[in-house]
């Protein structure tokens, strides 16, 4: 690629409205350009970068043992209302009408597109399971299209969908498809997180992670324990102890229990200092007209002992109506048999202790047993993490909580059978009996990736381009090209490199080498070599965009460095 012939429109300054500097880089580096709000054009520079990341994209898919397939972005109305969703998803929705007035949607997303499509072409458990994906522009009317790449209206997504025959088959898929994100945004060169996210908001039922680059202009707040062992996003960790039963559970209806003595909440956090009583607060739910249920959730062994270190606690075993004769910090219990695990009772001497399978209830004398929470109360949080601060427990108990904003790339989404059964993507099993096929579905936002990319790799003068995402890997740069030397050598490693299957951007533009070296930065290419006055003993700067200084070599040592 010679410099002289590419449009590469840099920029001294951006344009004011540009607020991220991932923006304001993207269009000074010309790179990209902004057509109408949230919808841009990618320029060719900013369009080999893209196709680079969906190369990576692909080759892991592929390797995960996903189809590429490619589906339509218009889509008929009528698909959305079999799903339910045409009604639901609101303005970011975007609608028109054919010249016959039929309606049709522009894909913000496209598990309609696919379960119709599975429904109609595989009809037994011998062509399953199955991970279908494409790569392709999605449109959302986005309330507050921003940050150029990073929200935007017309964007590229990469979405998969798989569909498995049970939810153990699903496990394996969705295994592979997060062990695949998490190569893709390696290799990408991101620092990211993946982070458990909350199903509900999806409308699922399943697991789901979300892929986080970690960088302040991020919209989401995640919160990372400090050992790391537990990562969520803000909404999943707000919702921690509302996790409903694991499927297949029978949980027996809530109870109300006369426990004469038993304190209320506010009397029993009377009893700890501000922190553990604070921590405590984070745990209330109003019940209905029960007031208060107190549920812990997660592993029963690891957080009991570790909520009883937190709070300075000692461990008493409680047997049923036993009564505790002193408690130094709190008694918490956890009940049973639901997978909800209930933070029971925290104690004093006076106050009798309660049987395992009790939640908690804020009225004196009272509790409530078998609470489970959706069936029978709304939350309605009366603590809240968002007004946590940095320290707090996490809600695993595996340390305290760590804050950052992240950039969500990709998100993995079990579904289970949502749309399945609604749009009749259903096999025949061994037996001959009609299933509905399980669902996973899992996302990529291939343009926001590159946003995300810059906002982690620049300083002052302009782009650093991971070594997979340079626009090309090298960027050769005459100082003048007037100097015959310099010419000649230049474009002799120019053709070198590019017989040898590198990839070069030559600057061979007549412009002076200040400016040449300014534009340079901008662009942010891996590597760099200046062909200046050495050129005629054959010696060459060489410096990566992010080396401090450049060396003087040979171009066969320069040459070697790069390839
Ligand atoms: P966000 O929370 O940022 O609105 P989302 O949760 O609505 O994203 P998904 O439906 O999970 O997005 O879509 C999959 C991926 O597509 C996201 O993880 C993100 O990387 C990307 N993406 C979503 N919306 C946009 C957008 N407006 N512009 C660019 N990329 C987007
Ligand atoms: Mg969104
Ligand atoms: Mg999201
Ligand atoms: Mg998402």
């Not at 579904?415 to 096929?437: N, V």
Request: aromatic share 8%; proline share 4%; charged share 30%.
């Amino acid at each position: 690629m010679k410099q002289s012939q590419l449009l590469i429109p840099t920029l001294r300054e951006a344009p004011a409205d540009a607020e991220a500097v991932s923006h304001k880089l993207m269009l000074r580096a010309g790179l990209i350009r902004q057509l109408a709000s949230g919808v841009y054009t990618y320029l060719p520079l900013g369009f080999r970068v893209l196709k680079k990341v969906q190369e990576i994209v692909r080759e892991e898919m592929d390797r995960a043992g996903a189809q590429e397939l490619l589906l339509p972005a218009m889509q008929p109305a009528e698909l959305w209302r079999e799903s339910g969703r045409y009604d639901v998803y609101g303005p970011e929705l975007i609608r028109l009408k054919d010249r016959h007035d039929r309606e049709f949607a522009l894909g913000p997303t496209h598990e309609e597109v696919i379960t119709t499509l599975v429904a109609g072409e595989v009809s037994s458990y011998r062509q399953l399971p199955m991970t279908l994906y494409q790569i392709q522009t999605k449109y959302r009317d986005e309330r507050r299209p921003r940050f150029g790449l990073l929200r935007g209206r017309e964007f590229l997504m990469k979405d998969a969908y798989s569909f498995d025959r049970s939810w153990e088959e699903l496990d394996v898929t969705y295994r592979a498809m997060y062990a695949a994100y998490s190569r893709i945004f390696t290799r990408v060169g991101l620092n990211f997180r993946a982070v458990q996210a909350d199903a509900g908001a999806i409308g699922g039922e399943g697991e789901t992670h979300e892929f986080m680059a970690l960088a302040d202009i991020g919209e989401d707040t995640i919160v990372v324990s400090e050992n790391g062992d537990y990562a969520a996003n803000l909404e999943k960790a707000e919702m921690f102890w509302e996790e409903p039963a694991a499927s297949g559970t029978e949980v027996p209806p809530m109870n109300r229990v006369h426990t004469p003595n038993a304190h209320t909440i506010d009397q029993l956090c009377a009893h700890f200092d501000a922190e553990a009583s604070a921590f405590f607060k984070t745990l209330l739910y109003r019940v209905d007209d029960l007031p208060i249920a107190v549920v812990v959730r997660g592993d029963r062994e690891v957080n009991e002992t570790k909520v009883l270190n937190a709070l300075g606690g000692e461990r008493i075993e409680l047997a049923e109506g036993a009564e505790v004769e002193r408690l130094t910090g709190a008694a918490v219990g956890f009940a049973g048999p639901v997978g909800l695990s209930g933070v029971k009772l925290l104690v004093d001497r006076e106050v009798q202790a309660m049987a395992s399978g009790v939640a908690g209830a804020n009225e004196t004398d009272y509790h409530a047993e078998n609470v489970q929470p959706d069936r029978d109360f709304t939350a309605d949080l009366v603590g809240d993490f968002r007004n946590a601060a940095e320290g707090d427990l996490s809600p695993d108990g595996s340390g305290p909580l760590k804050f950052y904003r992240g950039i969500e790339v990709g998100h993995v989404f079990k579904l289970g059978t949502k749309y399945s059964e609604k749009l009749g993507a259903e096999y025949l099993d061994e037996s001959g009996r009609r299933q509905p096929a399980i669902m996973g579905c899992y996302g990529i936002g291939i343009s926001r990736i590159l946003s995300a990319v810059v906002e982690q790799n620049y300083d002052e003068n302009g782009i650093r381009w991971p070594k997979e995402l340079s626009p090309a890997a090298v960027h050769i740069i005459p100082a003048s090209i007037k100097d015959e030397d310099q010419r000649k050598l230049a474009l002799e490693l120019y053709d070198r490199f590019r017989s040898a299957g590198v990839e070069a951007l030559l600057d061979d533009r007549d412009e002076r080498a200040g400016v040449k070296f300014k534009d340079a930065d901008l662009l942010g290419l891996s590597f760099r070599v200046v062909v200046g006055r050495e050129a005629a003993e054959g010696r060459v700067e060489f410096k990566r965009r992010t080396d401090a200084d450049k060396v003087t070599l040979s171009i066969e040592e320069a040459y070697e460095r790069i390839c």
